[in-house]
C-alpha cells in the first residue's frame, strides 16, 4: 500500500464545474495535510493547508480533513481552464510524503 | 522577500559521473529539504537539512549526501550517477524541523543521465 494515494485520474471537468480531488494516506498519526499545483515543466506551488478536521475554504478551493477515514480531499469550484495541473497531495509526520498526483482538465 | 533559487536550470552527465545541485532558501526559512521527481510520479523525499545536520532521509542510497550552510543554503550531491537518477531535482526551504510547514519549493534542476 503507498503511503499517499490520489485517484489516478486523469480527470476533466467542463468549464465552471466542481473538481474534487482526492487522497487517503496509511500512517494514521499523520498532523498536517497540504495540496499543491503543479503545472506541466514547473515546480509545486501551495494552495491549501489543514490540519484540523473539517472544511477549510479559501476562494474557490475547499480542504476537506476526516482523520478517522485518512482522507483528504480538494473540492474547487467554478473550475477555470487555468486550473488545468497536476494536483498533489502531500502529508507530513516524520517527512513530507507526496502522492503521485491528479492531472485535471478543465474545458472550456 | 527572496524565493527559493535552484542552479543550474539544467544538466547532462555521463552514467558513473558525479554531480552537484545548488540551492538558496527563501529568506528567513532554516530548513532545507531535497526531493525527487521522476516524470509521472510525486516528488519523492530525499532528505531534510536544517541547522547545517541532515535531519530526516527518504529511502535513497547513501551516493545521495548533501550539505547545509550557515546562510542555510544546501548542495545535493549525487555519486556514480545511473539512468535512473534521470529527474527534476527539487529543493524546497520552510521554517523549522517539523513536517507541519508548507514547503516553498525552487524551480528545480532537470537532471538527464546518459
Known amino acids: 500500500q503507498k503511503e499517499v494515494e490520489q485517484n489516478s485520474g486523469p480527470l476533466s471537468v467542463p468549464e465552471g464545474a466542481i473538481a474534487s480531488l482526492n487522497c487517503t494516506y496509511s500512517?494514521?498519526?499523520?498532523?498536517?495535510f497540504f495540496w499543491y499545483r503543479q503545472y506541466s515543466g514547473k515546480s509545486p506551488e501551495l494552495i491549501m493547508s489543514?490540519?484540523?478536521?473539517g472544511d477549510k475554504e479559501d476562494g474557490r478551493f475547499t480542504a476537506q480533513l476526516n482523520k478517522a477515514s485518512q482522507y483528504v480531499s480538494l473540492l474547487i469550484r467554478d473550475s477555470q481552464p487555468s486550473d488545468s495541473a497536476t494536483y498533489l497531495c502531500a502529508v507530513g509526520n516524520n517527512d513530507m510524503r507526496f502522492g503521485a498526483g491528479t492531472r485535471l482538465t478543465v474545458k472550456p | 522577500e527572496t524565493g527559493v533559487t535552484q542552479s543550474p536550470t539544467h544538466l547532462i552527465k555521463t552514467r558513473g559521473q558525479q554531480v552537484t545541485l545548488r540551492c538558496s532558501s527563501q529568506?528567513?526559512?532554516?530548513?532545507v529539504s531535497w526531493y525527487q521527481q521522476a516524470l509521472g510520479q510525486g516528488p519523492q523525499f530525499i532528505f531534510q537539512y536544517y541547522r547545517e545536520e541532515e535531519n530526516g532521509r527518504g529511502n535513497f542510497p547513501p551516493r545521495f549526501s548533501g550539505l547545509q550552510f550557515p546562510n542555510y543554503s544546501s548542495e545535493l550531491n549525487v555519486n556514480a550517477l545511473e539512468l535512473d537518477d534521470s529527474a527534476l531535482y527539487l529543493c524546497a526551504s520552510s521554517s523549522g524541523t517539523a513536517y507541519n510547514s508548507p514547503l516553498h519549493f525552487g524551480n528545480g534542476t532537470r537532471l538527464t543521465v546518459t
Open positions: 529568506s528567513g526559512h532554516n530548513t
Open positions: 500512517d494514521r498519526v499523520s498532523q498536517s
Open positions: 489543514i490540519y484540523s478536521n
